[in-house]
């Protein structure tokens, strides 16, 4: 599936790159939330953040924007899983044939913070598996 990135999306990508020496997949400007979403390949999750967060921390002071990583996935129930933490999903289940939605299993200490404040994290999680995955929606079950 081909992503399609903004002028404003590649010049964050390349200064991520360079800031953290992980090469973003995808770049999301989340404008109603003033943040930038970064997806980050598998197994660089720890690089990009970097210690204590302090490449996050120097990425946001040069663009003025919450920043939010997100670690990619082959699966799209594991994607999906992963742009809903740091909630704790137990499961993804996929269904549907043209219109296919993902239940995520979440404890129910973590349902709050799989939703996210006003919706923003579940909201990010139905995004980005639409982008990435084509999946129509994210439901919590």
């Known amino acids: 599936m081909g992503l399609t990135l903004s002028d404003d999306a590649r010049r964050y990508i390349a200064l991520f790159d360079e800031q953290t020496e992980v090469p973003a997949l995808d770049c999301v400007l989340d404008d109603p939330y003033d943040r930038v979403v970064f997806v980050v390949p598998a197994g660089t999750m720890g690089q990009a953040i970097g210690p204590g967060g302090e490449h996050v921390q120097r990425v946001e002071s040069k663009i003025g924007r919450d920043v939010v990583v997100v670690e990619h996935a082959d699966a799209p129930d594991d994607f999906v899983a992963n742009a809903l933490a740091p909630a704790a999903v137990y499961n993804v289940t996929l269904s549907g044939d043209d219109d296919?939605?993902?239940?995520?299993?979440?404890?129910?200490?973590?349902?709050?913070?799989?939703?996210g404040k006003d919706g923003r994290r579940i909201d990010l999680a139905r995004r980005l598996a639409a982008r990435h995955f084509g999946i129509a929606d994210v439901e919590l079950a």
Request: hydrophobic content about 50%; overall charge negative; aromatic content about 6%.
């Open 100 to 115: 296919t939605v993902a239940y995520a299993e979440v404890d129910s200490a973590d349902r709050g913070v799989a939703i």
